[in-house]
C-alpha cells in the first residue's frame, strides 16, 4: 500500500538565503538539517507574522490540524539545528 500523495499548499515565501550555518564550522564538518519551503512558510506565519494557526492555515490552503503538525515539524528541526550546531537549508 503506497501512502497518500502529498498535497500542494500555498507557499509565498521565498527565502534570500537558503542556507544558514553556525558561524566558525568548516563546511566540511557541517551537517544539515533540511526545512522544506511549507515547513518555512508556518514559521513566517505564524511565528514571524504573529497570525494564528487557523489564520496561517486559510492562507496555506490547508486544515489547521495539518498546519499544526507541519509547524511541529519545522520548530524541532530548527530547534535540532541550533541545539546541534547544524546548518539549516531550506529547499
Known amino acids: 500500500m503506497s501512502p497518500r500523495p502529498k498535497l500542494c499548499r500555498k507557499v509565498h515565501f521565498r527565502p534570500k538565503s537558503s542556507l544558514f550555518k553556525p558561524e566558525g564550522v568548516l563546511d ?5 538539517v533540511v526545512l522544506e519551503r511549507e515547513e518555512a512558510e508556518t514559521l513566517r506565519l505564524v511565528d514571524e507574522k504573529g497570525m494564528s494557526q487557523t489564520e496561517a492555515a486559510g492562507k496555506m490552503d490547508t486544515s489547521q490540524s495539518t498546519l499544526q503538525r507541519i509547524l511541529s515539524r519545522a520548530r524541532t528541526k ?11 537549508r531550506i529547499e
Open 28 to 32: 566540511k564538518n557541517l551537517k544539515e
Open 78 to 88: 530548527v530547534a535540532h539545528a541550533i541545539v546541534r550546531g547544524k546548518a539549516i
